[in-house]
């Protein structure tokens, strides 16, 4: 059972489409965290939420933290062939000390 | 400059043998960590280090041992390989050991165990 789940597991849209993916929990989370990895690389952070009900907004990606804080949705507009990766959301878990990583979407855009 | 950075990038070996992987950051970061990913990409932890002193370890059979000679280098040495821990294994720094700290990770090491 994984404590943040992801959906969709696989996302594959055309050049310039719109698209959203979630990460949703039953337990509530201090801060969620966004992260993008490509094909043979580290993942690397995108976004921090905090703020239940907070919007961050990175160009063309928009990022909102639930007001209950657990749950998060990054939203994609007109997307282009460089979003294509994998999407891990992640938040800190148990001591704290430690942090979770969601179970990711794996995203293709096609030209 | 890698910031962190991780070797060998591949590994593939014979199971019952034992082998290595090194990791470095220059971020002068506190907190090192070691991370598996299989093979339907979820990322699971699996140690963690604060200024050479251990401070997670999850349930990682103790084959796996790491070992941190400094805060800016934590190695990781595997015991009698198995077929199941071919995955790709992430090496990770941040400044604090707070689980909101952003997560700067190394390139992988793609273990393949045969």
């Known amino acids: 059972t994984q404590l943040l789940e992801q959906s969709p597991q696989f996302l594959s849209i055309q050049e310039g489409e719109n698209l959203t993916v979630y990460c949703n929990s039953s337990?509530?989370?201090?801060?969620l965290q966004w992260y993008r990895q490509e094909p043979g690389e580290g993942p690397v952070l995108l976004v921090t939420?905090?703020?239940?009900?907070e919007v961050k907004k990175l160009k063309r990606l928009t990022f909102q933290f639930g007001d209950a804080r657990k749950d998060s949705s990054l939203h994609i507009t007109a997307a282009q062939p460089g979003d294509t990766g994998l999407y891990l959301c992640?938040?800190?878990?148990?001591?704290?000390?430690?942090?979770?990583f969601g179970s990711g979407t794996r995203l293709s855009i096609r030209p | 400059d890698t910031a962190v950075s991780q070797t060998p990038k591949y590994l593939v070996t014979q199971m019952g043998n034992d082998k290595s992987i090194k990791c470095e950051q220059n971020?002068?970061?506190?907190?090192m960590y070691w991370y598996k990913q299989d093979s339907k990409k979820f990322l699971k932890i699996m140690f963690s280090?604060?200024?050479?002193?251990?401070?997670i370890n999850e349930t990682v059979p103790n084959r796996f041992s790491p070992k941190s000679p400094d805060k800016a280098h934590l190695n990781l040495h595997i015991n009698s390989l198995e077929l199941g821990d071919s995955a790709v294994y992430f090496c990770?720094?941040?400044?604090?050991?707070?689980?909101?700290?952003?997560?700067?990770f190394g390139p992988g090491t793609r273990l393949t165990v045969l």
């Open positions: 990770a720094s941040s400044p604090n050991r707070g689980g909101t700290d952003t997560q700067y």
């Open positions: 337990s509530v989370f201090s801060s």
């Open positions: 939420v905090v703020t239940g009900g």
């Open positions: 992640a938040g800190p878990y148990s001591s704290a000390s430690k942090i979770i």
């Open positions: 971020l002068g970061h506190d907190t």
């Open positions: 280090y604060n200024n050479k002193e251990l401070i």
